[in-house]
C-alpha cells in the first residue's frame, strides 16, 4: 500500500520560511520522478517543483530562486524548501510520486503566508 504523508505547513509572515516533509511508504522517492503541487482557492492544482530520477529539478518561475526541492533516500522522504515567502505563495501543498502510469498523491497542508 502506497502512502504519502506531508507534514510542515502552517502559518507564517511573509518574508518568512517553511518546509514542507512528505514521507513516502510502498513507493521509492529516488526511483520515480517525484513532485510538489499547490492549489489555491478556486484554482487549479500546478507544479511548484519536479525531480527527475537523475536528481534533475524544474521550478515554476514563480519560485525559482526561492524554493527547493530534495529527498533523502535513506528516509524515502522528499523536501520542499520554501524561502521569502510571499503571500501569493498561500495553498495547499500536495508532494506526489509517479511511478509508471500511476500518480499517487499526499493528502496536502495547508500554507498561509500573511502580508
Known amino acids: 500500500q502506497v502512502q504519502l504523508v506531508e507534514s510542515g505547513g502552517g502559518l507564517v509572515q511573509a518574508g518568512g520560511s517553511l518546509r514542507l516533509s512528505c514521507a513516502a511508504s510502498g513507493v521509492s522517492v529516488s526511483s520515480n520522478p517525484i513532485g510538489w503541487y499547490r492549489q489555491a482557492p478556486g484554482k487549479q492544482r500546478d507544479l511548484v517543483a519536479g525531480?527527475?530520477?537523475?536528481?534533475?529539478?524544474n521550478y515554476a518561475s514563480s519560485v525559482k530562486g526561492r524554493f527547493t526541492i530534495s529527498r533523502d533516500n535513506a528516509k524515502n522522504t522528499m523536501y520542499l524548501q520554501m524561502n521569502s515567502l510571499k503571500p501569493e505563495d498561500t495553498a495547499v501543498y500536495y508532494c506526489n510520486v509517479v511511478r509508471g502510469l500511476t500518480t499517487y498523491w499526499g493528502q496536502g497542508t495547508q500554507v498561509t503566508v500573511s502580508s
Open positions: 525531480m527527475a530520477r537523475s536528481g534533475n529539478t
